[in-house]
Every structure is written in structure tokens, then in C-alpha cells.
């Protein structure tokens, strides 16, 4: 039996889903399915499942692993910033529930090939599409100083993003940083662990230069945007983040669409026209509980919002 990626908190993500008839819920980010598995198991046979991945080897994983629902669930490769046309391609032009749970599998990262793994050598690649042509390695070399320091300080949130540079540069001028043994050596040598912590002193970088490579961030609000085109009355999106910069996007186009009017308070007469699309359902996301952390450390950081689709 493989060992697959370990879903977070299945049961709130059916609960919320709220899934009660025929119909297309989008898991935008197949992974190994594990979602999807537990949606198919605990709904009806007019539920169907269209599974989208950009990375074709989790949709090869899913595909085995859903046989026994062959019929119920489609796959689509592709990057969610194309929900609209993958949902197309698939015959789907209106959507019961969509799932979004960021980031990266346990495949991806247990895999040193792929490269996103900072305790296991492998090449530094960390693209989550193969087809893609930006590897980790071809950034480092092709952006400026400045880029690369807003890259690590923002999406790392990296203190020491400019002493990071200045390692990376002096070591480019000896050699090329093509591994990532290597890449992790160069940071350790510049920042250190805080006293006692298991955490990788090039953590953050990795996570920096991980969601510059795929454009992680940019993705959401256009995946956000095109669900709320394609959802149902009623319909619901469960969004899990992983850090806080995931979940700031999905919170503020939360509250954006659900207060819809953009007017100034004092003006009596709306004239911007925005209307209320979304009911948040959470005002807090939900997190793991201590028992799931127990069982999947990863699951620590899972912040999990849902919203509901409505028509005024
Ligand atoms: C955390 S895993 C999902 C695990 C899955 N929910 C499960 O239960 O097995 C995230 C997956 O989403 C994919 N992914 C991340 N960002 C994506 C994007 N912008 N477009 C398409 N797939 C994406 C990754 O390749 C990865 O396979």
C-alpha cells in the first residue's frame, strides 16, 4: 500500500462543504485525493468530483487511488489561476462546493528529486508543474538583489533577507547553487536556529523561494474571483492555508465580497454597484484539533475559512 498524503480535518471540510445534492464539487488541489476520497465515500452517487493538480504526478496517485469511483470524478491538469477554463474542458459550467487546500503534498516534499526539501539532497527545483520551466536554481540566478531580497522578507518573512543575499551572491561567484544541500548550507552559515529549535535555520528561505517559483500567492485571488462566477446559490468554498500570508489573501477577499458596497459611509446612495457575493461562515478559521497534531505535525499550521456563495 502507498503512503499518501495525510488530508487535514476531513471531517470539517465534508461538514462544510455541506454537500446535499447532484452535482460538481472542485477539489482544486487534488493532491493524493485524500479529500476528494472521503467526499465520494460519504455522499451520494449524483455527487461527482472534478480534481484539478498542476502536478501530473499527483494526478497519476489520485487516479489509482480513486478507481473505485471511476465514473464519479474527473482530473484536470492545470494551475487554479485557469479554474474557469479547466472546469470548461471538463463540462462544468456550474460548481456545488470548492475546495482549496494550499501548498505542498507529502509526496512533494518527501521527494529529494523534486527539490523542496531542505534535510534531503536533491536538485533545486521545487516546481510543483514539471512542465514549468523556472526552477529554484534558474530564479536564484536570474533575479536582481532587490528581488531577491523582497522575495525572501515578504514571502518568507526572513529577517535577515539581505545578509541571506549577500551569502547567496558571494557563493554564485565561486559556483553555481544547484542542490539543496547547498543552497541550506550557504543560509546556515549566515543565520542560526533560535536556541533549542528543530527548525532549519533556511526554513523560511525555502518557503520564500518555494512560493515565488510557483507564484503561490498570486493565484489565489484570481482562483477566488473565478469561483465566485461559477458557484451555485448556496455553495460553499473551504479554503486551508499554511502560513499567514495564504490565509491574509483568502480573509480579506472574504470580507471584500461579503460587504460588497465599496462606498464611502456617508454617501447615502451606492454608486459603486458591488454587491455581496459571499457569507463568511467562519469568523475564526478553524484549526486542527490537538489530536490530529498529534497524528500529523503538518496539520499545526492549517487554518481552515469557509464562505458561502449568495445572490442578492
Ligand atoms: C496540500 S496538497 C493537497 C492534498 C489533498 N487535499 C489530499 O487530501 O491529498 C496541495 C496540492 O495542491 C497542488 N497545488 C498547489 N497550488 C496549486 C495551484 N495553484 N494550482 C493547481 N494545483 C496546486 C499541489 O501540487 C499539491 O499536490
Known amino acids: 500500500m502507498p503512503t499518501y498524503h495525510e488530508s487535514i480535518m476531513k471531517n470539517e471540510v465534508l461538514h462544510y462543504l455541506n454537500i446535499h445534492m447532484e452535482g460538481v464539487v472542485v477539489d482544486g488541489t487534488l493532491g493524493d485525493g485524500g479529500h476528494t476520497e472521503f467526499i465520494l465515500k460519504n455522499t451520494g452517487p449524483k455527487t461527482r468530483v472534478l480534481g484539478i493538480d498542476?502536478?501530473?504526478?499527483?494526478?497519476?496517485r489520485a487516479r489509482d487511488?480513486?478507481?473505485p469511483f471511476r465514473g464519479r470524478v474527473m482530473f484536470a491538469h492545470g494551475s487554479l489561476e485557469n479554474l474557469r477554463d479547466l472546469a470548461a474542458q471538463s463540462g462544468v459550467t456550474r460548481i456545488n462546493g470548492l475546495l482549496l487546500d494550499f501548498g505542498v503534498s507529502s509526496p512533494q516534499l518527501?521527494?529529494?528529486?523534486r527539490g523542496f526539501s531542505i534535510r534531503h539532497d536533491g536538485p533545486l527545483d521545487m516546481?510543483?508543474?514539471s512542465s514549468q520551466t523556472t526552477t529554484a536554481a534558474s530564479l536564484l540566478e536570474k533575479l536582481k538583489d532587490v528581488e531577491l531580497i523582497s522575495i525572501i522578507k515578504?514571502?518568507?518573512e526572513e529577517r535577515f533577507a539581505k545578509r541571506i543575499v549577500r551569502a547567496i551572491r558571494r557563493e554564485q561567484a565561486e559556483k553555481p547553487i544547484v542542490t539543496t544541500s547547498h543552497f541550506a548550507e550557504i543560509i546556515s552559515r549566515v543565520v542560526r536556529s533560535p536556541k533549542h529549535s528543530r527548525i532549519h535555520p533556511a526554513t523560511k528561505t525555502f518557503q520564500a523561494l518555494r512560493i515565488a517559483v510557483n507564484n503561490e500567492l498570486g493565484q489565489i485571488e484570481t482562483v477566488l474571483n473565478d469561483a465566485i462566477n461559477l458557484l451555485e446559490s448556496s455553495a460553499r468554498i473551504v479554503a486551508i492555508s499554511f502560513h499567514s500570508l495564504e490565509d491574509r489573501i483568502v480573509k480579506t477577499f472574504f470580507r471584500k465580497e461579503e460587504r460588497g458596497c465599496t462606498c464611502h459611509p456617508k454617501i447615502?446612495?451606492?454608486?459603486?454597484?458591488n454587491k455581496q457575493t459571499l457569507k463568511i461562515l467562519t469568523r475564526r478559521p478553524l484549526c486542527s484539533s490537538e489530536e490530529e497534531i498529534a497524528l500529523n505535525p503538518r496539520s499545526v499550521s492549517a487554518k481552515l475559512r469557509v464562505a458561502e456563495r449568495v445572490y442578492v
Open 65 to 67: 487511488r480513486l478507481q
Open 110 to 113: 518527501d521527494t529529494p528529486e
Open 127 to 129: 516546481r510543483m508543474d
Open 154 to 156: 515578504n514571502f518568507g
Open 54 to 60: 498542476r502536478d501530473l504526478s499527483a494526478i497519476e
Open 268 to 273: 447615502p446612495i451606492c454608486i459603486c454597484g
